[in-house]
């Protein structure tokens, strides 16, 4: 009995050692705070505090050197109240049929990176505040008719799996306004992203675009301005962690006086694009320079340029600048003229971007010099 009686105590003193661990292992857990949440793959991480320029390096971004393939839903189209390109602007079955058909034209041609110019189009009233036209709208998702989201989304939802080597984007306003439901843009502010607010207002805009459609590319107009750049930058920054490139037309010049010098601290931060009549108006004597291995600078391409000389053009390639197409008349002889330059041994290196990667590490870096695959 008396043996008993001590192995039912040895046993109620191990019971009381094991609940008093578990209680002591619980008091430290509450002492260091929760356990980190494991971050499911399609959440939105939240910007980060603001980032200087100065810091930014060639590693910021993953640096893709194909040519831009612009496709004009928006076109000045006096017919559609919002200026939207005739097909795109018509019933759905059409203006998917144009885009498959325009998309698979130049697939053909050899491009695979594709922008949409506004697809919501552009707002043509003035705003009382300044008495000139409202800017182009941030908001391109929530403007568009439910019917063309789902048709849009159905569609390269078929299409995207069959190209692999293509990249969606699409082209939009930088400016916040208080009612993204519509492209009325009048009492915009420039986002200012240490507040949350403005954080939160720029991710509504881009989330779907990101999560639905499944885009590669955001592209900003006016974002060069001095009163914007930091903070597309910081923007940029944000989005690239989560695979999503970001770029800002037009060309960052030295600020004050926005004389004929290039900002490296901010072309080197971020991808930019510039219309080449921007290029003849402030560098026209053919100056200015885009290192191949620190930064991704577009030329823009109208129809215009047709009789803009191939020497010009190759001028351009050959001083680091990426094409940027948007007429139909110059699809082939830009490719033509781009893989000309590439055949003067010229190295256009491309990496390509993981969603979710952090970017800006030694690894970003060495894979950016090393690879010497050409994207034409």
């Not at 970001?246 to 030295?254: C, F, H, T």
């Amino acid at each position: 009995m008396t043996v008993r009686i001590a192995r039912i105590a040895h046993f109620n003193l191990f019971v009381a050692g094991v609940v008093f661990l578990i209680a002591l292992t619980a008091c430290a857990a509450l002492a260091v705070g929760p356990r980190q949440r494991t971050t499911r793959s399609n959440s939105s991480p939240q910007p980060t505090a603001q980032q200087s320029p100065q810091s930014a390096t060639s590693a910021s971004f993953d640096i893709d050197r194909r040519p831009v393939r612009a496709i004009n839903m928006f076109n000045g189209n006096l017919a559609d109240p919002n200026g939207k390109q005739a097909k795109w602007a018509s019933d759905d079955a059409t203006a998917i049929r144009w885009l498959r058909s325009t998309l698979d034209r130049n697939v053909a041609k050899g491009y695979t990176r594709f922008v949409f110019i506004l697809p919501a189009g552009v707002d043509r009233s003035i705003d009382p505040a300044t008495g000139r036209k409202v800017p182009m709208a941030a908001s391109q998702w929530e403007p568009l008719p439910p019917s063309r989201k789902s048709s849009l989304k159905a569609f390269l939802a078929e299409w995207l799996p069959r190209h692999p080597a293509v990249t969606i984007g699409y082209y939009a306003g930088f400016d916040l306004d208080p009612d993204p439901s519509d492209i009325n843009y009048a009492g915009h502010t420039v986002p200012d992203f240490n507040k949350e607010s403005d954080r939160l207002a720029m991710q509504r805009l881009v989330t779907p675009w990101i999560d639905q459609i499944g885009v590669k590319e955001i592209w900003w107009d006016t974002a060069s301005k001095s009163n914007r750049r930091d903070q597309a930058v910081l923007f940029s920054h944000w989005l690239a962690q989560r695979g999503v490139k970001a770029g800002g037309e037009a060309m960052p010049r030295v600020w004050p006086n926005y004389n004929g010098t290039l900002d490296t601290k901010y072309l080197n931060a971020m991808p930019w694009m510039a219309l080449i009549n921007y290029y003849h108006q402030y560098d026209p004597k053919n100056r200015w320079t885009a290192g191949p291995r620190t930064t991704e600078a577009f030329v823009g391409l109208r129809g215009g340029e047709k009789n803009t000389s191939d020497l010009d053009l190759l001028g351009f390639f050959r001083r680091g600048f990426i094409p940027w197409v948007y007429a139909y008349s110059l699809e082939d002889r830009v490719i033509k003229l781009w893989r000309q330059a590439n055949g003067a041994g010229l190295q256009f290196p491309h990496t390509q971007t993981t969603p979710g990667s952090e970017l800006g590490t030694s690894q970003s870096k060495n894979k950016t010099r090393s690879r010497t695959r050409h994207h034409q």
